[in-house]
């Protein structure tokens, strides 16, 4: 392998204060203690074969997601079927079905037992081997390693050992948890994005040990040694304790010499590192779960209904069993027919006990079609076919990316359509990680004419509003009249003709493009705004040499977009050196460019604390100036009582640009001069130098010194661009009545804009924020810490239980060291309390557990069904520990695809995954369900009601065939039909009233109620069919030469009674006919007719008592067709009733929009079609529909107070007198 490449010569950590510069240990710092439980691990570097024998055999780097392996496959995947009340019951009778007690050959019971179980697990095989696919292809990454002699090699990632050096490339993944030697810069700096970990896309600054600095290429590594003594694996990202023993010496390490697996390497060109953490041992599979397997609400409901047809199976099998007994006792001596002289044990009179409970088996036996075996195996069937609708939908297909919706498991279709709180991660899932600069407020005018994508949609819902409400009496207002006055007040020559799209770039005003700003008033102000945005930053240029364009490689998007809009209004970074940065200034409107350097004397860093960041330079003319953007409120209150000329109409733009969904700084300076400088700048050197604990503390004390007295010179507004779609997805999913939670790794002010963008926050609505005030010190802090947030929690919960306002809104917004309290046994419910009456929660700074244990909080506090969303590895948790999955299919990774139930590429395809599929899949499996118990009731009792006809004798009316064919072929492909292809409205209607997603929320196609009038519907139907076929038939002359019908003609007649009730009430159920429900309903029954005349003319050796059963016994008989007729017609005649009453007195939200497009009154009268969809929207707090519902409210109420200051005036007035 080639030595390494020659060493960067720009020493970055000369730019930082804070986050990465740290005194070395040769200066002074003491090594960490490193002793006692969980603080066990040594790893000797460069030596990994040290590590292949205990107590020193760490666990390897492959990783597994799936959730079986060859070896558990079998007894997890059989626990899991036969844990379903029903295959256990149809093992245990195909156990029984053995012996010769059973009434029906054992085949007929094994045979369907073995080929549900084996399809079922099959499908769980196939849809495990697709999580173990994509495993196989992350353990098959490639990294480089040191073999020997300084050589490295490409190794596969799971063959990395504890201990190996790994050399990691610019935009390459960490393969394991390295500690950083070394960089290609002199001062061991490298950029890592850690998206994948927390979900941040700004870049981590890292900075390796000073004494491991030499170790700058391959070679060096050739008699390298050292010994790491650690803490044990833990899931804790953002700490670390360890030391490091190297060159007879101990030097402490902390998380900043720390690279986590699935961060990756950026703006480096590469860096060397010591494998201290692998597979499942790393931080971030710390942070994940085992796969769980998830059951749906209505297959756990189904359970219970299995039961309920247990213990029925039970009562009538032990009423047969007491019945034969009782015919054995009494009655048997007098059938002379069984030899009472010479009786066997079944039938012996002197022993009825035995008797009936022999006959007991035979009758669970017998009465066993109650329990439907082919249930389960049906509803894997039609699921299965409806993951395949789902996958093959072009509406959630992604042209851009060609990624399809994928449903990574089938198990939890109907689910989608109950789910009550959706939990959603941020970055990559809600936004795509893009800043645009937008709009800018200089010296108090608001420059940028182009609309937020915030302004645009909720333009396009007012112009809705307003063509709804004034359509009869004004003309209507266009989405662009609306969308223009929301943005700006400027006249039409400010537009712009239409550019080229640049990244990082959405500004629009030719008041300041193209050298334009020099005629504006306030031009040196603009400058000065200018200079901020180019000289006060961290960032790093690289140019492009194909376009000669200049890309900025910055610790957050916020910077790289400051940067692209400084370089287009003509001021381009485009060189770094260790003490200055270099600018390209375009100062007139000819195009001519200058260069000029600043040089960087003090840099101040962003914190989260701080929420500013400081840059001191000396300009080419020698003037010092600090030049300083932050936060508003950080800002405003530093500012001089001369430096607040601007301060009222920035104020106004800030909340302006906030309410559009825009990311605000503001932007300030100070001039200094050299003695003031001096000074300060002697007392900043001396704290940054210093050693201790309160040295980051000091630095914040002499920085907040200098940044005072300040000028305001302007604010930017930049948009975190949203996924596209992303809010009107949100506000369709809030019309449906879905709660949204965002849990996000991002600082709290981050999460805030986005929930602005995305309308989960609005300007009015109350924000309750729980922090830490104290989150240090000892046992006793910690219990004044816990006491502070339950005050905090109490008074919140007060505050909206006491609110009188309906229209009034609560966001609940807390941080992850508050939550770390928060989700403790003693606090958590009180903190579920409140999250549940705040209109949006978001969950700031939080770790993958942490989104695990919210998800569980509100899974289990709740329950009702979750749903959680994500793109990255840290999502891993929550996505599986809630009850639905989805992964966003990524550009980083598919660490959360692969752990996801459902897959879509993007956000905004969740609205048809769960409006539409989700809708339909519930409905069709409750529908299905229902009716399936329906039919094998109808079925099965008729078994009962023969048996107990004939004393309880243990005989089946029907030929053993028939009772093979009924749930196997002829009642199955309908019924799949009804759970594949029904439709109570289409996917369009489903989009139009999202409130009929409440349908199965609430659970209004599969409660009790409904389920015990379905198997009430069984119950009329079994003795209809049974006592009318009697009635009919018993005593009746059934052929032409006066004789009555068989056994077998009963039999045959009743069951084919039973075909076609069943087959005609799943085509009352159904609201949705193609030709192939058509196919399948009516071909059933013809089908039926088919197999009994060709099984009628086998020869009788085969056929038995069926043979020319029809050709000869019922087709010429009349009172077999009229029967048939009659029968059929009184068993759905209630039914029918029912759903007529229902429509015309009680009707649904689905019958009143059946009617009307099969009336085609939403072509005839669009006012009432509207007015209709209005109506159909649930009342929700959050989403553009209440941000503009909270407009109209606002401009109502300052109309009506005008009209009410008019009244007034006009009573005053002398004319009134």
């Avoid at 089938?410 to 899932?429: H, R």
């Avoid at 009188?804 to 309390?833: C, N, R, S, V």
């Avoid at 029968?1127 to 759903?1139: D, E, G, R, S």
Wanted: charged share 20%.
């Amino acid at each position: 392998m080639a030595r390494g490449r020659r060493r960067s010569k720009l020493r970055l950590s000369n730019i930082y204060t804070f986050g990465c510069l740290r005194p070395s240990a040769d200066e002074g710092q003491d090594p960490h203690p490193i002793q006692g439980p969980g603080f066990s691990r040594t790893v000797y570097c460069n030596q990994p074969h040290m590590h292949k024998k205990k107590p020193l055999r760490y666990r390897s780097n492959y990783v597994s997601t799936t959730r079986y392996n060859l070896i558990t496959f079998f007894p997890k995947s059989l626990y899991e079927q036969f844990h379903r009340a029903a295959n256990f019951y149809f093992l245990v009778a195909a156990i029984l079905s053995v012996f010769p007690l059973s009434p029906f050959n054992k085949w007929s019971m094994i045979a369907p037992l073995v080929f549900v179980v084996g399809l079922s697990m099959l499908k769980e095989a196939l849809e495990d081997w697709s999580r173990f696919m994509q495993d196989v292809k992350i353990n098959a990454r490639k990294a480089l390693v040191h073999k020997r002699d300084g050589e490295f090699r490409r190794k596969k990632w799971k063959k990395i050992s504890v201990g190996d050096i790994v050399k990691v490339e610019k935009d390459g993944f960490f393969p394991a948890d390295l500690l950083l030697l070394s960089s290609s810069y002199e001062d061991g700096i490298c950029y890592v994005e850690t998206m994948n970990l927390d979900g941040e896309t700004n870049l981590k600054v890292k900075r390796s040990l000073e004494v491991t600095l030499s170790l700058d290429d391959d070679e060096s590594f050739k008699d390298f040694t050292g010994t790491i003594r650690c803490e044990d694996p833990n899931p804790s990202l953002y700490t670390f304790v360890g030391n490091l023993e190297y060159d007879r010496q101990i030097f402490p390490l902390d998380p900043s010499q720390i690279l986590l697996r699935d961060s990756k390497l950026r703006n480096t060109p590469y860096v060397y590192g010591v494998v201290v953490f692998t597979g499942h041992d790393t931080k971030v599979m710390q942070n994940s779960t085992s796969s769980p397997s998830k059951r749906s609400r209505i297959e756990k409901t189904m359970d219970y209904i299995i039961y309920t047809l247990l213990v029925l199976l039970i009562l009538i099998s032990c009423i047969s069993s007491s019945g034969f007994a009782w015919e054995t006792k009494f009655h048997m001596p007098k059938m002379w027919y069984l030899r009472p002289d010479e009786p066997e044990n079944l039938t012996n009179p002197s022993n009825p006990v035995y008797a009936g409970v022999v006959h007991l088996i035979t009758a669970l036996l017998l009465y066993g079609y109650l329990i439907p075996i082919s249930l389960y195996v049906s509803i894997e069937v039609v699921k299965v076919l409806q993951a395949t609708f789902i996958n093959k939908d072009l509406h959630m297909y992604d042209s851009e990316s060609g990624v399809p919706a994928h449903a990574r498991t089938s198990n939890l279709n109907e689910e989608l359509g109950q789910v009550d709180t959706i939990l959603s991660d941020k970055t990559g899932t809600l936004t795509c990680n893009q800043m645009d600069f937008l709009k800018c407020s200089i010296a108090g005018t608001s420059y940028g004419v182009r609309s937020s994508e915030v302004e645009v949609a909720a333009a396009q819902q007012m112009a809705v509003d307003l063509d709804d409400h004034s359509r009869a009496t004004t003309p209507r207002m266009s989405v662009q009249e609306i969308e223009v006055e929301s943005s700006s007040n400027h006249d039409g020559e400010m537009m712009m003709t239409p550019r080229i799209p640049i990244k990082g770039f959405g500004f629009e005003d030719v008041r300041l493009m193209n050298g334009n700003w020099l005629r504006e008033p306030h031009a040196d102000d603009i400058l000065l705004f200018f200079r901020i945005l180019a000289i006060c930053h961290t960032a790093i240029p690289e140019r492009n040499e194909e376009t000669g364009k200049y890309t900025y490689e910055a610790e957050s998007p916020d910077e790289a977009s400051f940067l692209t809009a400084a370089s287009e209004f003509g001021f381009e970074f485009f060189k770094r050196t260790q003490s200055s940065v270099y600018v390209h200034e375009r100062l007139s409107s000819s195009g001519q460019t200058i260069e000029r350097e600043y040089k960087i004397l003090n840099l101040l860093d962003f914190t989260s604390k701080r929420k500013r960041m400081s840059v001191v330079v000396r300009d080419e003319e020698g003037q010092i100036l600090l030049l300083c953007k932050g936060a508003d409120s950080i800002i405003f209150e530093r500012l001089a009582k001369n430096g607040k000329t601007y301060l009222g109409p920035t104020t106004k733009h800030l909340n302006e640009y906030g309410e559009a969904g825009l990311r605000t700084l503001a932007l300030s300076y100070r001039k200094l001069d050299e003695d003031e400088y001096s000074a300060w700048n002697a007392e900043f050197h001396k704290a940054k130098t210093s050693i201790g604990s309160d040295r980051d503390e000091l630095l914040e004390k002499i920085s907040d010194m200098i940044e005072k007295d300040l000028i305001l010179v302007g604010a930017t507004a930049v948009e975190d661009k949203l996924q596209k779609g992303v809010p009107q997805c949100i506000d369709k999913l809030a019309q449906a009545g879905l709660k949204l939670w965002v849990l996000t790794g991002d600082k709290m002010e981050t999460a805030i804009n986005i929930g602005y963008s995305c309308s989960l926050l609005r300007q009015g609505m109350k924000q309750i924020c729980i922090t830490v005030m104290n989150s240090e010190g000892g046992s006793q802090d910690s219990k004044a810490v816990k006491e502070n947030i339950l005050n905090q929690l109490t008074k919140a919960v007060q505050m909206v239980k006491l609110e009188k306002d309906p229209h009034a809104a609560f966001a609940l917004i807390i941080d992850g060291k508050t939550l770390t309290y928060a989700l403790e046994d003693d606090m958590k419910f009180q903190f579920l309390a409140l999250a549940v009456d705040c209109a949006s929660v978001i969950c700031c700074r939080v770790s993958p557990k942490q989104k695990a244990l919210v998800t569980r909080l509100v899974k289990e506090g709740t329950g009702k069904t979750t749903l959680a969303i994500g793109d990255g590895a840290n999502d891993v948790g929550m996505i599986q520990e809630a009850d639905i999955g989805v992964g966003i299919s990524g550009v980083e990774g598919m660490q959360a695809v692969m752990a996801s139930d459902f897959s879509i590429a993007q956000f905004r395809f969740l609205e048809r995954l769960l409006v539409v599929h989700g809708h339909w899949c519930y409905k069709r499996i409750a529908q299905m369900i229902c009716y399936f118990f329906y039919k094998n009731i109808a079925f099965g009792l008729t078994l009962f009601y023969f048996e107990a006809f004939t004393g309880f004798s243990g005989q089946s009316v029907y030929n053993d065939y028939y009772l093979l064919l009924f749930n196997v072929v002829l009642t199955s492909l309908p019924v799949i039909a009804l759970g594949v292809f029904e439709q109570d409205v289409s996917s369009e209607i489903c989009l139009q009233f999202p409130a009929l997603y409440q349908q199965g929320k609430k659970n209004l196609f599969f409660d009790w109620y409904r389920i015990l009038g379905w198997m009430g519907n069984g119950v009329y139907s079994s003795l209809a069919i049974f006592f009318l076929n009697i009635g009919v038939i018993y005593e009746q002359a059934f052929r032409v030469s006066g004789q009555t019908a068989d056994m077998d003609a009963v039999g045959t007649t009743m069951f084919t009674c039973i075909i076609w009730a069943v087959n005609v009430q799943i085509a009352l159920t159904m609201s949705h006919f193609t030709w192939i429900q058509h196919v399948l309903i009516w071909g059933s029954i013809g089908l039926w007719y088919l197999f009994v005349a060709l099984y009628g003319m086998m020869p009788p050796s085969l056929s038995g008592n069926i043979y020319e059963i029809l050709a000869e016994i019922l087709a010429p008989a009349p009172i077999y067709w009229i029967s048939t007729f009659l029968v059929t017609v009184t068993t759905v005649l209630p039914y029918f009733a029912h759903i007529s009453f229902q429509r015309f007195l009680n009707p649904m939200d689905h019958h009143i929009i059946q009617e009307i497009k099969y009336y085609r009154r939403d072509l005839e009268d669009r006012r009432m079609w509207t007015r209709e969809r209005n109506k159909a929207r649930e009342k929700t707090k959050i989403g553009f529909t209440a941000r503009v519902d909270a407009k109209i409210r606002h401009l109502r109420s300052k109309l009506n107070k005008k009209q009410s200051n008019c009244s007034a005036q006009d009573t005053m007035s002398p004319r009134s007198v």
